[in-house]
């Protein structure tokens, strides 16, 4: 079986791209309800911008690719979600040890803490973090369980699809939605929409790896 | 709508390019989308920073130059400036004494600004310290919200602590006033329309004719309630009240003022509210010491207003006094 190596992390990030472009109407329209309706634009843009930098500037190693990443995501996507999903990349690239599913697991969690930090939230609060906590929980409980990283991931995307939708009836507590209150209620968090995409971006382009 | 724009996209760009030609004394870094007074860095000074989305002029741009700030990010149209961009300004108004970075209590801008100030802290030993805006008291501040949003106290902040470094005071001394700034000072608004973002080209909300929001946000964010439009001696009450009863001001306090217009009300009716919003004061025992009325932190086309009051001291007083050389604001120099 292949390594989760550089090529690996940057088909996960094409595959994040390629979705967010796909569901980038559908992403604004979810902010629209609840936020200031420009999520999928800004990440469409942000992710756009990592793939050209990936292909400028080709890393031959894992931690590398994911820093670029983060990076650009930074420079080019504003607001919230720049910082946060940059965090993410961020920590990730910073905990990355080895190219095994335990060492994916690792690196997604240590990301997942990272937006935690940087956001000052917590799950239930109807952000990014009620989709990749619980895709967290399920890929550290599958590879301790010593299933393969694709069916770990497979679960991961799962549980974030689960956790993504579960957030509707949410009232939320962070971001530009909470000035809404109660009237948040009834919403899927757009932000929570993006992360599902993203793992389930590296259960299809990480399968057969690790 | 109709908009005075060559190609939405560029609004951003092409209003810092007139900017620049007219005010000459200002330096404009179009790469990175920041305007820095003229002799920035100025050594042994804290340099003070501040910026956010574009749209809310001439709040930050308009506030670059002596007595106020030393340089102002300004990011896509109500959109948070990126990271980079602080940097860049972080770095061109270090004069030695360290960078006060002044943030309105939005989730982007807060984590933009600390994502910057980690930055320069990997890379230099510029000491950065933050503080950050959050007066509006229609949102409830709580653990149930992202806080308190940041507005016209802004201004005032950016003054006051803008007059503070220019006495050539250390950092942590400019960030205190700051701070004591901040916390003495809330603000209510409210809109009689929306507001059109360029690029979006429609309104951001829908207010029919006949209401009003109370307690909008400058963005077009919700406010507390939606009513029935009402004469501008209630709508000082409905503004003052809720102000007042945050401050828990008691007879005898001084305040410095701000009606604000959000950019598409004329002065005249903003002339008219402060006289309202006086005679609401007067009728609580507050006297006001200072006031600005004016547009001076706007929602693009929102017409509307807000009151901010600041509870002043006599160094408040002082500060605000001092002199300020700015497009915007220029008093005494």
Redesign the interface.
């Known amino acids: 079986m292949s390594a989760v190596d550089a090529a690996a992390v940057a088909a996960w990030v094409r595959e994040f791209t390629r979705l967010v472009h796909e569901q980038r109407d559908e992403l604004t329209r979810l902010d629209a309800a609840i936020g ?3 999520h999928g634009t ?1 990440l469409d843009r942000g992710t756009a911008a990592a793939v050209a930098a990936l292909g400028a500037r080709p890393a031959d190693d894992a931690a590398a690719v994911l820093t670029t990443v983060a990076m650009t995501l ?7 979600s ?3 999903y ?2 993410f990349f961020l920590r990730a690239a910073g905990a990355l040890d080895g190219d095994d599913g335990r060492a994916v697991a690792a690196a997604v969690r240590a990301g997942y803490d990272g937006v935690v930090a ?2 000052r939230a917590e799950r239930g609060d109807k952000t990014m973090l009620d989709a990749l906590g619980p895709a967290c929980d399920a890929l550290d409980g599958a590879v301790a369980a010593g299933r393969s990283l694709e069916e770990a991931l497979g679960a991961a995307a799962e549980a974030a699809a689960a956790g993504r939708d579960a957030t509707a009836p949410l ?1 939320a ?4 939605a ?4 109660e ?1 948040s209620a009834g919403h899927v968090d757009p932000g929570a929409a993006s992360a599902a995409l993203l793992v389930q971006a590296a259960a299809t382009a990480l399968a057969g790896r690790g | 709508m109709q908009k005075l724009v060559n190609d939405p996209a560029d609004v951003v760009a092409e209003a810092l390019r007139g900017l620049a030609a007219a005010h000459p004394d200002l330096r404009v870094d179009h790469g990175e989308r920041v305007v820095f007074r003229g002799d920035a860095p100025v050594r042994g000074k804290v340099g003070l920073v501040s910026g956010g989305g574009s749209g809310h002029e001439p709040m930050h741009a308009g506030f670059v130059g002596a007595g106020m700030l030393d340089a102002a990010c300004a ?2 149209v ?7 961009q602080v940097v860049a300004a972080t770095r061109g108004v270090d004069g030695g004494a360290g960078v006060l970075h002044i943030v309105k209590n ?3 801008d807060v ?2 600004f ?2 910057a100030a980690e930055l320069v802290a990997a890379g230099s030993d510029t000491e950065v310290v933050a503080v950050v805006t959050d007066d509006d008291v229609a ?1 409830q501040d709580s ?4 806080g308190r ?1 940041g507005v016209g106290v802004t201004v005032l902040v950016e003054k006051l602590a803008g007059a503070a470094a220019e006495e050539g005071r250390p950092l942590a001394e400019v960030a205190d006033v700051a701070r004591r700034a901040a916390a003495s000072g809330r603000s209510m608004g409210m809109a009689l329309t929306s507001c059109t973002v360029p690029a ?1 080209g429609r309104p951001t909300f829908d207010l029919p004719e006949g209401e009003m929001e109370i307690g909008i ?1 400058i ?1 077009g ?2 406010g507390r309630r939606r009513v029935p439009l009402a004469p501008a001696r209630e709508v000082a009450e409905m503004l003052v009240e809720p102000v007042l009863g945050d401050l828990d001001m008691t007879g005898g306090d001084e305040v410095i003022a701000l009606v604000n217009g959000m950019g598409g009300t004329p002065l005249i009716e903003l002339y008219l509210m402060y006289a309202e919003v006086v005679a609401v004061l007067e009728r609580a025992g507050v006297r006001v010491a200072r006031n600005l009325v004016g547009s001076y932190m706007t929602s693009l086309d929102m017409a509307g207003c807000s009151v901010t009051l600041l509870e002043a001291d006599d160094e408040l007083l002082r500060l605000w006094d001092a002199p300020v050389r700015t497009p915007s604001l220029r008093w005494g120099a």
């Not at chain 1, 507590?173 to 530009?176: E, F, L, N």
């Open positions: 200031d309706a420009d800004n930074i420079k080019t996507v504003g607001g919230a720049g910082p946060l940059g965090t940087r956001g009232v507590r962070k971001g530009r909470s000035y809404l209150g009237r | 990011g896509e109500f959109t948070s400036p990126v990271p980079d939005y989730t982007g984590m933009n600390e994502m949102v653990l149930y919200t992202a949003r979006a946000g963005h964010e919700p």
